[in-house]
DNA sequence: CCTTCCTATGAAACTATTGACATAGCGCCG
DNA sequence: CGGCGCTATGTCAATAGTTTCATAGGAAGG
């Protein structure tokens, strides 16, 4: 069987979890885990075609009155192990894209005021996102006092949850600390 | 003049900082400006045709004795004035894709032990990343009490390598925690 | 009735990025 | 002298990702 794209992962990641469809899982991209890897329908699709033809996937038909039929995709035991396999094994650090960066490196050379203006909207977006954030991690800690158990999917969704609070966080205050430095900088 | 992409304004942000040729601007893409945004020769030399074919940049040939002549690029007017307007042009915030985080939402599925391995593994070298910002650092602060002014390009490459400590740093963070979950959980 | 939105799947064109291939002279080490 | 690595510039194929187009039926609102 052929490799798996870090996007079948993705896919494969999802369908570990419960039986979705192709549109499901494009929901499904948008929170927790799009946002940190997000694929549109039109990448999703062709992808679990493939899936599907090296054997990691099935579908079956479900017909609906009121709404267009839909494919439903559910892990084989060999998507499985393909998954638990792919968790482990090595993985390099990725190099980081981040526009707002390139820009400060540039800095320098704009308007002050509308760099500020831009860092300052950068950090309110940040702030807004690490709020839905808190949010949800509220509703997790309201359901149980402790964390769930280690092995479970709850747990690996609270772990990205947190790395998506620290990221926040941190471009928040960054954006904060840039805009503070060109407000409050000589004239 | 036609649309610059995002590689486009990193190859100017670094010939606003003076002459380069293709071969320094991939050496470049190392560090600091390399750690959001990386590039290599591949795709340098054909943007560099392309920003000069739209009037963004010129060069010139020097001819080198023992080693290869070289095409040593600059900003035109255009192109300064084209990065000046990008820096504080209204920027959506990126879809960030990171496939540890990936990984992480399918923890529930893999070896504990192999996984908490994996995770210190990029904990360390996330610290090791933020050692050698921390040493640039240093190298900054040692030559001058102050903070570069906030027009310099200095400040802005300041600014750059502070948003990547607070990176490394959470990074490392989350790393650690996951690590400390698997390896301190019940068996 | 008309428009808009949602569900649902897919193809096609375009852009971005990576990795391999290609060339070529110089210096260094064994 | 032979191979390796550095400087230096490029092309090409493959993969990845985004945007747009296409289709189609039901629901909801004006």
Redesign the interface.
Known sequence: MSTIS?LG??L??LL?RGELSGYDIARQMKA???????ASHSQIYPELARLERDGYVGHQVVEQHDRPDKKVYSLTDAG?EA??????S??D????????????????????R??A??FRE?ER??EA?LEEYQAIEAHIKGQSAR?P?????E???Y??L??GM??E??CA??CR??AE??EG??V
């Not at 927790?32 to 997000?38: D, R, V």
């Not at 158990?149 to 999917?153: G, L």
């Open positions: 870090t992962y993705a494969l990641s570990a927790p885990i799009g946002y940190f890897w997000h499985r998954l638990r396999t792919w968790v482990t090595p993985l650090v990725p190099s980081v894209r981040d526009e707002l960066v390139l820009r400060a490196f540039s800095l320098w050379l704009g308007d002050r509308e760099a203006a831009l950068h977006r940040h996102q964390l158990s280690i092995d479970s999917p747990f690996a969704a772990a990205t947190q790395r620290g990221y966080r941190e205050a960054w600390w840039v430095q060109l900088g000589p």
